[in-house]
């Protein structure tokens, strides 16, 4: 399957942005997903995950209360809105896909097998 990523930008500390994963190639509808962001100075880390049916999602404690994923899958479409930014949530996000993972909020970036091309959320102060 191949995701593509978007809705990064340039946002003021307190706003709001939704990223979007869309795939092709194959439907999303078996896949658990997951957004992962990484900066020049960190290993990539997640921060949502949804399994496949979305009934389970999975949050980083740094971005709970603020962040929202989601998934339609009859648009072979994965969601992160993203309120309340920090300076801290500075990074390129990236979205995740996979048939086999085991879903929670502390999966490493290996367990996933497929990769969007990562879209840019810059935060300012």
């Known amino acids: 399957v191949q995701l593509q990523a978007s809705g990064g930008g340039s946002v003021q500390a307190g706003g709001s942005l939704r990223l979007s994963c869309a795939a092709s190639?194959?439907?999303?509808?078996?896949?658990?997903m997951a957004w992962f962001r990484q900066d020049p100075w960190k290993e990539r880390e997640i921060v949502a995950a949804?399994?496949?049916?979305?009934?389970?999602?999975y949050y980083a404690d740094s971005v709970k209360g603020r962040f929202t994923i989601s998934r339609d899958n009859a648009k072979n479409t994965v969601y992160l809105q993203m309120n309340s930014l920090e300076p801290d949530d500075t990074a390129v996000y990236y979205c995740a896909a996979s048939t086999t993972v085991i879903v929670s909020a502390s999966t490493s970036a290996r367990s996933y097998a497929n990769w969007g091309q990562g879209t840019l959320v810059t935060v300012s102060s």
């Open positions: 949804i399994t496949w049916s979305g009934d389970r999602v």
């Open positions: 190639g194959r439907t999303l509808t078996h896949h658990h």
